[in-house]
């Protein structure tokens, strides 16, 4: 571990930190020093602002224009060549609770049947088949969503895809009123625990054993992308740019709208290119950040990162990324749990990019008014991929806000009988106990409103075009 300087109270606070953690038989050796590490870090007080004089807008050389890469290659065996240099890494730690389901996100069905994991699995199949090439599949866990993707995966048995799974690290939250592990104060079970974040992805696929074996089969390239954003697909133009310009990293940025002020943008800073969230950002220059005048792009967390330099600076302990507290409450309980970001690895890796890259790679479903743009007519399913409909001209998708009855998936599908067209919409805003019947087409701005305490039904076949709708007289 690194040395840093703690002061004496924070030193003695440390002590029995690392006492306490050294009797924890529930994770590693590599776990301890890792978590040790960190906390460690972040008791030295590591400077989190940048100074904002010092920032720079990147010039195209640092955040490359996606319509400048060379085109791929129409040459079959050039394109497998390609393709098994390549390992596609997807990010399963987290549950769809926030969805109202139980078990890895992953496991949401989001069109037609198939869920995340399928489509994915169908675009690497439709690779393979297509190129005779050999594109692993890799599943980041954590400890809540293991168990249940080691089944999961089990119905791919067949497929032409190399699946593996590993962890990411298990860490132990902290007690904010004496500094010592909550997993130290009796049976909380998995609450006592967190996953640090997806930075954690470099060290954990290095111990997991993983990497090494994929530098063995002559891996150069992953990707690593969430498993909810079903734009982060293959793209061979970024792999071979990245390839041919020896760059170690590139993050995949796309123009910011309205909808994503709070996304971490790529900056120049002393010489480096860099992630800036808005944690780093000093109060007084907030708005500014949020600007998207000044800030016209934000991170996608589509990552592209050589393999041997995972390696190179994981054995260095050189990934010291920007630490995350992220304050909660367990069962009364103020706890702390600590976390890095894999986007602010990039200043660490040689020749590091940015690619700004179409709209159509960033496509997240992280609430069921996302479930309702992936599921409507506005796109179609080919090859596993998510492609959008020609017939909408706009080429920014409607704003959607449902209210919280509609915020589980399970109400979400028993309040709408089928999805709605919304090719023609620009915004709905749906809110109190209101259902949908069948074959309904929104278009232009549509606010739906129940009053309290009355159900509000939208009848079979009904075209909302630009209303405003409080009651059944109104549609």
């Given amino acids: 571990m690194a040395a840093v300087t703690l002061s004496t109270s924070d030193t003695e606070k440390f002590s029995k930190l690392s006492s306490a953690v050294a009797g924890l038989d529930q994770i590693s050796e590599n776990e301890k020093s890792g978590f040790l590490s960190l906390v460690a870090r972040y008791l030295s007080g590591e400077a989190q602002y940048v100074e904002w004089s010092k920032i720079q807008t990147p010039t195209e050389e640092v955040v490359v224009p996606y319509d400048s890469l060379e085109p791929t290659t129409e040459d079959p065996s050039k394109v497998k060549a390609l393709l098994d240099k390549l390992v596609v890494l997807k990010l399963n730690g987290g549950l769809g609770t926030t969805m109202g389901c139980t078990g890895p996100k992953s496991v949401i069905e989001v069109r ?151 996304g971490g943008t790529l900056i120049s800073y002393e010489g480096k290119v860099q992630l800036l969230e808005i944690a780093q950002v000093p109060d007084e220059h907030v708005n500014e950040f949020k600007s998207i005048e000044k800030f016209k792009i934000f991170n996608t967390n589509n990552l592209w990162v050589n393999l041997k330099a995972i390696k190179r600076l994981v054995e260095a302990d050189a990934l010291k990324m920007e630490i995350i507290p992220n304050p909660k409450e367990v069962n009364g309980i103020k706890v702390l749990q600590l976390e890095t970001a894999a986007g602010a690895a990039i200043k660490f890796f040689d020749h590091a990019i940015g690619i700004n890259v179409p709209r159509s790679r960033f496509l997240p479903v992280k609430a069921t008014s996302d479930l309702l743009l992936v599921q409507a007519d506005l796109y179609t399913l080919e090859d596993g991929l998510v492609i959008r409909n020609k017939a909408r001209s706009n080429p920014v998708n409607p704003s959607i806000e449902l209210g919280p009855e509609f915020k589980k998936v399970s109400n979400f599908f028993s309040r709408l009988k089928s999805i709605p067209s919304i090719i023609y919409l620009d915004s709905l805003k749906v809110s109190g106990d209101v259902w949908f019947g069948a074959g309904i087409t929104l278009k232009g701005k549509v606010s739906i409103t129940a009053k309290s305490g009355v159900k509000l039904e939208i009848p079979d076949g009904a075209v909302l075009e630009n209303k405003e709708i409080n009651g059944p007289d109104d549609i």
């Fill in 112 to 262: 037609n049947g198939l869920t995340f994991l399928d489509l994915i699995v169908i675009q690497i199949e439709s690779l393979n088949s297509k190129y005779g090439s050999n594109v692993p599949l890799l599943l980041m866990n954590s400890f809540n969503t293991h168990d249940d993707t080691l089944k999961i995966v089990e119905k791919y048995s067949n497929s032409n895809i190399n699946i593996h799974t590993f962890n990411q690290s298990q860490y132990p939250r902290l007690v904010i009123d004496d500094f010592l592990p909550l997993a130290c104060k009796g049976q909380f079970g998995k609450d006592a625990w967190n996953p640090p974040g997806h930075g954690d992805v470099f060290p954990s696929l290095m111990n997991s054993g993983k990497l090494d074996l994929f530098l063995s089969q002559g891996k150069e390239y992953v990707f690593v992308a969430n498993s909810d954003n079903l734009g982060a697909v293959v793209d061979l133009k970024i792999l071979n740019h990245l390839i041919q310009n020896k760059n170690e990293y590139c993050m995949e940025v796309t123009p910011k709208t309205l909808a994503d002020v709070k």
